[in-house]
C-alpha cells in the first residue's frame, strides 16, 4: 500500500475529494516525521509506538575489497507494534 492507496480508502470511507485526502495525509506524515526528527515518541494507540532510536558505530566488511569498514553510528526509526497489532493473523 502506498500514500495514494491511504487516501483513496480515505476518500471511500469519508467521502471527501481525493485532494483532500491525499493533503491530510501529506500533513500527518509530514508531523510525524518533523516529530521524529525532534526526537518525540509518536503512539497512535491500537497501532503501535514510533521513536528515534540511536544504532551504535560498528565494524562491517567490505566483501569486494576484503576490507573491514567501520560503519558511523546513525538514527533509525524504531517501530513497536501496539497489541491489537501483534495478535494479527
Not at 495514494?4 to 500533513?27: C, F, M, N, Q, Y
Not at 509506538?49 to 558505530?57: E, H, P
Not at 558511523?72 to 491489537?84: A, L, R
Request: aromatic residues 4%; positive net charge.
Amino acid at each position: 500500500m502506498i500514500k495514494i492507496d491511504i487516501a483513496e480508502r480515505i476518500t471511500e470511507r469519508v467521502d471527501i475529494p481525493r485532494v483532500v485526502a491525499l493533503k491530510a495525509v501529506d500533513v500527518i506524515l509530514d508531523e510525524m516525521k518533523d516529530s521524529l526528527v525532534r526526537g518525540e515518541r509518536i503512539e497512535i494507540r491500537g497501532f503501535g509506538v514510533f521513536q528515534k532510536k540511536l544504532r551504535k558505530k560498528s565494524v562491517g566488511r567490505d566483501i569486494q575489497r576484503a576490507k573491514t569498514i567501520e560503519i558511523p553510528e546513525t538514527y533509525t526509526v524504531k517501530f513497536k507494534p501496539g497489541i491489537e497489532m501483534r495478535v494479527l493473523d
